[in-house]
T-cell receptor, first 116, second 118 residues
Framework: ETGVTQSPTHLIKTRGQQVTLRCSSQSGHNTVSWYQQALGQGPQFIFQYYREEENGRGNFPPRFSGLQFPNYSSELNVNALELDDSALYLC???????????????FGSGTRLTVV | AQSVTQLGSHVSVSEGALVLLRCNYSSSVPPYLFWYVQYPNQGLQLLLKYTSAATLVKGINGFEAEFKKSETSFHLTKPSAHMSDAAEYFCAVSDDNAGGTSYGKLTFGQGTILTVHP
C-alpha cells in the first residue's frame, strides 16, 4: 500500500483562473472522493467517483468538476476561481461497491489553494 | 439528511487526564460513524469507526468511542492524554445506508481542537 498522495501541496492562483489538483489513490481503491476544507471548518463533500463515473455530488457549482482514471489517479478541476475557493482540498479513496464504510476512507495530506 | 454536532470547539486537558470529545449525530438510517484526527498542515487520519458490529469501538493510539443510539451520540474518549494527542478531531457520519448501494459521503462536524498541557 502506498497511501493517497496529492499534488501540488500548495498553490496560489488569481481570481478567475482555472486550477487542476491531482490525487493518486491507494492501489486497488476504485472509489475517490474530494472534500473542501475552509479554514476553521470541517471538510465539505464535493463529489465522489466510482469506477470513473461520478456517483454523488455535494452542494458545489458546476465549475467544480472531476475525472477519475483507470490507474487510480484522479483530478479536481475548478474554473473561474473565486476568493472563497481558498481552502485545503482533500482527496480520499476507498474500496467501493458498498464496502466504503466498512473499510473506511484513506485521506491524502491535501492541497492548500490560495486565490488572490 | 445526516448532520453532526461537536460540542466544544476547543478542549484543554492536562497530560495524563481523561480526554472526552463529544459528538452527536442526526441520521435517518442506521449510521456509520467515524472519528478522524488532523495534525497541523496534514490530512485526516482515521482513529476509529462504528459499523454496527459493537457499540464500544476501540481505535488507534488508545482512543475509543461508544455508540449510544438512545442519545444519538458517539463520544470519543482516552483515559490518559499525551502531549502527542494535541490536534484537531473530527466526527463524521456516512450517507451510506445498510446494504451499501449508495455512495459513502461523509458529513463532518466542525471539529474540536484538543490542547494538552504539561
Amino acid at each position: 500500500e502506498t497511501g493517497v498522495t496529492q499534488s501540488p501541496t500548495h498553490l496560489i492562483k488569481t481570481r478567475g483562473q482555472q486550477v487542476t489538483l491531482r490525487c493518486s489513490s491507494q492501489s486497488g481503491h476504485n472509489t475517490v472522493s474530494w472534500y473542501q476544507q475552509a479554514l476553521g471548518q470541517g471538510p465539505q463533500f464535493i463529489f465522489q467517483y466510482y469506477r470513473e463515473e461520478e456517483n454523488g455530488r455535494g452542494n458545489f457549482p458546476p465549475r467544480f468538476s472531476g475525472l477519475q482514471f483507470p490507474n487510480y489517479s484522479s483530478e479536481l478541476n475548478v474554473n473561474a476561481l473565486e476568493l472563497d475557493d481558498s481552502a485545503l482540498y482533500l482527496c480520499a479513496s476507498t474500496l467501493g461497491g458498498g464496502e466504503s464504510n466498512l473499510y473506511g476512507y484513506t485521506f491524502g495530506s491535501g492541497t492548500r489553494l490560495t486565490v488572490v | 439528511a445526516q448532520s453532526v454536532t461537536q460540542l466544544g470547539s476547543h478542549v484543554s486537558v492536562s497530560e495524563g487526564a481523561l480526554v472526552l470529545l463529544r459528538c452527536n449525530y442526526s441520521s435517518s438510517v442506521p449510521p456509520y460513524l467515524f472519528w478522524y484526527v488532523q495534525y497541523p498542515n496534514q490530512g485526516l487520519q482515521l482513529l476509529l469507526k462504528y459499523t454496527s458490529a459493537a457499540t464500544l469501538v476501540k481505535g488507534i493510539n488508545g482512543f475509543e468511542a461508544e455508540f449510544k443510539k438512545s442519545e444519538t451520540s458517539f463520544h470519543l474518549t482516552k483515559p490518559s492524554a499525551h502531549m502527542s494527542d494535541a490536534a484537531e478531531y473530527f466526527c463524521a457520519v456516512s450517507d451510506d445506508n445498510a446494504g451499501g448501494t449508495s455512495y459513502g459521503k461523509l458529513t463532518f462536524g466542525q471539529g474540536t481542537i484538543l490542547t494538552v498541557h504539561p
